[in-house]
């Protein structure tokens, strides 16, 4: 009897987890900070689907002359660039470090591994979102950074014997290294202090600028894509994930649709506002809300989402957990209802031929996204 009914129980009592989880979108908390800037993250407590579909989520401030200390993760994830100028430094597994010159719009893929640190030398706030794979990582839902140096360094962890071995440097050398660090996580340096300049040859395969690329989809009235992937950049096949830039007109509607391939679809709003609907399993809305710029909210695997902009329009960046996603549309040129033999939807629906031939014969041009109502 366990054999026979025991793995379905488990997969219903999963199905009832998932749908019970709050889908409501939310804010970050401050993690640390001071005059250099601030690390905010997202609490998988406090947004469930982080925990169940083990992504991480974080965004960091720097002010002027900010500076974010050495760091690695337990997690691979998508740098992406909110807002300001900034220079970072990356270190990927057993290669040298690449001094890149950041700007609004570019999306860095960061695998395990990757030693990064992040600085601001300009008037205006630079402010870079972080979202993740954490599958592998110590906490479900939450990045765990590893500090190089600072009051949380590793050079704090070690015994003085241990690193005076290890670096082959004198006591009191060892005593300058520890006792120097002041800042945990985030400093603000002297104006006077000088960092490596960017050099522009280190952003190629590293750095893709979403707000400069190619379009992907481009409607008229509706809205623009922009798709990152294995194809634009190849590091996105490391950390396992995929990532879009999505731009909607005022007032225009993204078709309803689905991830295909099992995918998580994480969501920032990175500017506008907007109302969303998901519907979920047995035709359950699940969330119905208004999203505004800020707010991060996860849609989960096979569930439909459909997104309609207030008429200042609105912006938002995903990460897809899949490197190349695909995704299956319900309205549109491209609908899957389109697909479908008139008699099946006769049928399944239980109307009349005339009632099919209006619901097939509409959108016939519009595809993905859709201008407002004249």
């Known amino acids: 009897m366990n054999g026979v009914?025991?793995?379905?129980?488990?997969?219903t009592r999963k199905r009832e987890e998932t749908m019970d989880v709050d889908l409501t979108p939310k804010l970050p908390k401050n993690v640390c900070g001071g005059d250099g800037g601030s690390y905010q993250a997202w609490c998988p407590d406090d947004l469930g689907m982080l925990k169940r579909g083990n992504i991480g989520a974080a965004k960091l401030g720097l002010q002027k002359n900010g500076l974010a200390l050495p760091r690695y993760s337990d997690s691979a994830k998508v740098a992406y660039v909110l807002q300001g100028n900034g220079v970072a430094g990356i270190v990927l597994p057993e290669k040298d470090e690449k001094v890149i010159g950041i700007r609004k719009g570019d999306a860095i893929a960061l695998p395990f591994g990757a030693v990064t640190w992040w600085?601001?030398?300009e008037d205006a706030e630079l402010i870079v979102l972080f979202l993740g794979d954490t599958s592998k990582g110590h906490k479900a839902g939450s990045f765990t950074d590893f500090y190089?140096?600072?009051?949380?360094?590793?050079?704090?962890?070690?015994?003085?014997?241990?690193?005076?071995?290890?670096?082959?440097?004198d006591e009191s050398t060892v005593k300058?290294?520890?006792g120097s660090q002041s800042g945990k996580g985030i400093v603000k340096l002297d104006g006077s202090i000088k960092l490596p300049d960017p050099k522009k040859e280190d952003r190629e395969r590293l750095v893709y600028n979403c707000e400069e690329a190619p379009l992907d989809v481009d409607i008229k009235n509706g809205g623009r894509v922009v798709v990152l992937n294995t194809?634009?950049?190849p590091l996105v096949a490391e950390i396992g994930l995929g990532a879009?830039?999505?731009?909607?007109d005022g007032g225009a509607m993204c078709s309803p649709g689905f991830s295909c391939d099992s995918a998580l679809q994480v969501t920032y709003i990175v500017s506008g506002s907007g109302r969303v609907q998901v519907v979920?399993?047995?035709?359950?809305?699940?969330?119905?809300?208004?999203?505004?710029?800020?707010?991060?909210?996860?849609?989960?695997?096979?569930?439909?989402?459909?997104?309609?902009?207030?008429?200042?329009?609105?912006?938002?960046?995903?990460i897809i957990t899949t490197p190349n996603p695909i995704f299956t549309h319900l309205a549109g040129r491209t609908s899957v209802w389109k697909a479908l033999s008139p008699a099946v939807l006769e049928a399944s629906f239980k109307v009349s031929s005339e009632v099919e031939k209006k619901f097939r014969g509409t959108r016939t041009s519009d595809e993905i996204f859709f201008p407002p109502s004249k």
């Not at 190089?148 to 440097?169: C, K, M, P, Y």
């Not at 879009?244 to 909607?248: A, G, N, Q, S, T």
């Not at 119905?288 to 800020?294: Q, R, S």
């Open 119 to 121: 600085y601001n030398k």
């Open 280 to 318: 979920g399993v047995d035709g359950k809305r699940v969330l119905e809300t208004t999203v505004k710029a800020g707010q991060l909210f996860i849609v989960p695997r096979f569930f439909v989402v459909s997104k309609i902009c207030d008429p200042d329009g609105m912006s938002w960046f995903s």
């Open 244 to 248: 879009d830039l999505v731009k909607l």
């Open 231 to 233: 194809k634009n950049l």
């Open 148 to 169: 190089l140096t600072g009051t949380n360094g590793i050079f704090t962890g070690f015994s003085s014997e241990f690193v005076s071995r290890a670096w082959d440097v």
């Open 5 to 11: 009914y025991g793995p379905k129980k488990r997969l």
């Open 176 to 178: 300058a290294l520890v």
